[in-house]
């Protein structure tokens, strides 16, 4: 669900809302008119502002440890299917991967 929508009442309950019957029979439920006209404030901007903050963060950061993760595995065991998973992790950079994984969640 969007940011913006849980902010926003729910509409009321239908009275047939376990009714199977054809489209036509379907009763429309319809936001109210305040959620539509709603302004923003600054605080909504401040949220904003943080979550596309964190969005970024999270486009540069996570690939990082994600990369260090990747590099852990012996791809030919892996995709031979002869090995486990367990078999097929190295851990040659997991010391590399662990300290990206503590820097990113620091």
Do not use: Q
Not at 55 to 65: G, K, M, Y
Request: include cysteine; proline fraction near 8%.
């Amino acid at each position: 669900m969007a940011p913006r929508d849980r902010l926003s009442e729910s509409p009321p309950p239908t009275e047939h809302h376990n009714d199977v019957g054809s489209p036509a029979s379907t009763p429309i439920v319809l936001k109210s008119v305040k959620s539509f006209c709603r302004v923003n404030t600054p605080e909504d901007n401040e949220a904003d502002i943080a979550r596309d903050r964190h969005d970024l963060f999270n486009i540069v950061a996570l690939p990082i440890p994600v990369f260090f993760m990747l590099l852990n595995w012996d791809y030919g065991r892996f995709f031979s299917w002869e090995y486990s998973a367990a078999e097929s992790w190295t851990a040659k950079y997991f010391m590399e991967m662990w300290g990206a994984t503590m820097l990113y969640f620091a």
